[in-house]
Structures are given as structure tokens and as C-alpha cells.
């Protein structure tokens, strides 16, 4: 399997760090937290990475060459323009000498680069596997957030709401019966989906979101639900104010 890390966000609401740094490296206990998710999939079983760089992309090159992984890594430059998550993956699927060389059924472990988790990222692994989904998603039932994804009892994507500003998604979605879950910015598919996304993306690829793609084919596509079975630390690091709470914790 390989692993890809969104590390290329601007982190707006993190400065004054973001002024001078990529929120990627925010630092946990003295660790970057790019430092950390890569040996969390590399834990996980990872034979390689791709990271997708943008906003102060030489400091996260400078910080993986420091690493002792650093031979693992593949760099997908967004520097020119900033591909969110859905493009990201359609660039690395179109362009990426490690992705090319992924079979269809081979596990792609994808992770936002500024959340900080502890569940064994193996467990979720081995439940696409088992599930033989599209792409299985982290996601919590019992945290508060406006914004979820919508479940069916067999823990099938059916939809996303905004609850803040009454949407939901897709139009005309009974939600009835079906249970919502904050998505927690860690996913697994096979490289066969990642191909899919790219093909169905624009030409010149253009930015677009991972959670749009999912909501759009949600009804074609098996989206699956995980949520760790034991109990597990999970962190948004995005604002000074949730970063001191990650650096707390870790």
C-alpha cells in the first residue's frame, strides 16, 4: 500500500505560524505533525508516500530530507496552483511515478497532514478490505460539528448536510432514518478509486474537494464508515487555539 499526506494548505486561521511557516509543520511534543502522519502509515504498512506541497513548499521538502523515511517520499508540487483535495489526487493519479506503479486493488491511505489521531490505522485498513469499498472514511457520530456526512444503516454514504445553513446533499435526500457522523480527515480506497476521481475530474484539472466527489457519487460509489472501535485521540490542528490543545495532549 502507499500513503498520501495533504500537506499544502495556506492555514489561514493558524497564523501568525502560517506567515512563515506551512501549517504542516506546526510542531506536537517537537514533531512536525507531517512527521507524524508519515510514520503513521508507514506504521500502518506503507511502502511509500506522496506529499503535496504549496504554501512554503522548500520547508516541507527541507523537513522530509531531515527524516530518515526520506527516500520513501514523493513530492506532488502544487506550487503553482493550490488543487484542494479532490485535485490533489486527480494530479497525483495523472502525474505521480509511485501512484503509476500502484495496482488497481492495492490500498491508498490518504491524510490531511494537520490532523493528529492515534487509532491504529491498520484497523481501518484491514475494514476496507473486508468491506471491498470505494473508499472508507473516518468519521465520528458523537462529535459537534455543522457540517456531516449521512450514513445508511449499513454504514453506505447516502449524503451530507450543513445544518447551519440548512443543505443538504444530494437535493432531495430524505434524511430520515439515516445517521450523521463528522468526517475526520483520514481515508482508505484503492488506487482504482483514485484513478476514478481523475478521470472524472476537468482537463485543465482545476481545484475541487474530496467531500464534493464523495456527495456526487455517493449513490454509484460504495462509501464506507469507520470509526475506531477503541477509544482514540483525534485533533484538528487549523487555529492556534486547537493546536495548543493537540500540543497538550501529545
Known sequence: MIGIIFAAGIGTR???????HPKALAPLGGVPALVRVARKLIDAGARGLIVNVHHFPGQIRECIAAQPFAHMVEISDESQLL??????????????????????????????????????????????ASAASDATILVDPRRESTRHFLFGSEGRLCGWENTAKGITRPDGLDTAGLTAAAF?????????????????????????????????????????????????RWHDIGTPEKLAAAQACF
Open 184 to 232: 475526520g480527515g483520514v481515508h482508505v480506497m484503492p488506487a482504482s478509486t483514485v484513478r476514478r476521481i481523475a478521470a472524472t475530474a476537468p482537463a485543465p484539472l482545476g481545484p475541487f474537494s474530496i467531500t464534493d466527489w464523495y456527495i456526487d457519487h455517493c449513490r454509484s460509489e460504495h462509501i464506507a464508515a469507520f470509526t475506531p472501535a477503541h477509544p482514540y
Open 14 to 20: 493558524l497564523k501568525p505560524f502560517t506567515d512563515r
Open 83 to 128: 488543487l484542494d483535495t479532490g485535485g490533489a489526487l486527480a494530479k497525483i493519479a495523472r502525474e505521480s511515478r509511485l501512484f503509476s506503479l500502484t495496482d488497481d486493488n492495492e490500498q491508498v491511505m490518504v491524510h490531511n497532514a494537520d490532523i493528529c489521531t492515534d487509532f491504529d490505522m491498520a484497523d481501518m485498513c484491514r475494514a476496507q
